[in-house]
């Protein structure tokens, strides 16, 4: 699992036995995952509410369309894992949601994996949010 | 990027991207990109998606060291055909020229080739599998 991924699950996970998480939230998955862990990582200097919108825009403009697809699905879900097991922690997160993607899009878990990350999509994301946070 | 195989060909990609130095520097990324493709409207695309995806700063900064390891691609390919050495050689020139750590620079510069990359296969070329092509570097390619 990439080190971004791995940062991702970990900062929504962390989150959960804190009072105020799990707020819904009317963007897209991939906004709503920016969201949570900018929230939860208020070192990052990200600000949620602009650099979010910034960097899921950027992924929309520059991924393709099957790419970016997959990516709201995976951030959808995993957020959604995150609010309603608040137990879960690390790996285990990030493999329910991989496997609970692979079963929504009827692939196996392999392939979701693999395109997820060497595909494109995991790997750019950070990138997107630090450009917009950053310009 | 590939790596031209004939001498006549290696030759000729070499002055097109020295030629390509004295062009703006909007253009290096296309015109290197067209040299090895072949094929304009992609590499036109793939630098747009580039451009708007790394912002100014971001692209100026992968143009500038792009320009200094098509240079330098070209005269390893000239001399040895040793394209590794002519890419770790870029950064190391280019942190030297911009004020920048290197150890900085080799985390940003394969992170924009990778986004580079993506845009290329986006806008429809074939691009070498990374991995393999890291391999073919080591172990030549097959005979």
């Known amino acids: 699992m990439s080190a971004r991924a791995t940062g991702m699950v970990l900062a929504v996970a962390v989150c959960m036995p804190l009072a105020g998480c799990g707020s819904s939230y009317a963007d897209d998955g991939v906004t709503q995952l920016c969201r949570e862990a900018a929230v939860r990582q208020p070192d990052s200097n990200m600000d949620p509410g ?6 899921s825009e950027k992924l929309q403009d520059f991924l393709t369309d099957d790419h970016y697809e997959l990516l709201e699905g995976y951030s959808t879900l995993l957020v959604d894992i995150a609010i309603k097991n608040p137990d879960l922690r690390g790996r285990e997160g990030y493999d329910r949601t991989l496997a609970a993607l692979a079963e929504q899009r009827g692939e196996s878990v392999s392939e979701v994996s693999n395109a997820l990350s060497a595909g494109g999509p995991l790997r750019f994301v950070r990138l997107a949010e630090q450009i917009c946070r950053d310009r | 990027m590939t790596i031209p195989k004939t001498p006549a060909r290696q030759i000729a990609a070499a002055l097109v991207l020295l030629t390509s130095l004295t062009a703006q520097a909007s253009d290096d990324l ?46 390893q390919i000239e001399r040895d ?48 599998d990374e991995g393999l092509e890291q391999s073919l570097l080591f172990f030549g390619e097959a005979r």
Request: net charge negative.
């Open chain 2, 81 to 128: 055909g040793d394209s590794l050495s002519a890419w770790n050689g870029a950064m190391s020139r280019y942190a030297k020229q911009a004020g920048e750590e290197p150890f900085d620079v080799m985390g940003w510069v394969p992170e924009f080739e990778s986004v580079h990359r993506y845009a290329l296969t986006a806008c429809g070329a074939v691009v070498p």
């Open chain 1, 50 to 55: 602009k650099d979010c919108a910034c960097a």
């Open chain 2, 30 to 75: 296309t015109i290197a990109c067209v040299s090895e493709l072949a094929d304009k409207p992609v590499c036109e695309c793939a630098t747009n998606k580039l451009d708007s995806f790394l912002g100014k700063e971001n692209f100026d900064k992968y143009q500038a060291f792009f320009a200094i390891f098509t240079v330098r691609h070209a005269q």
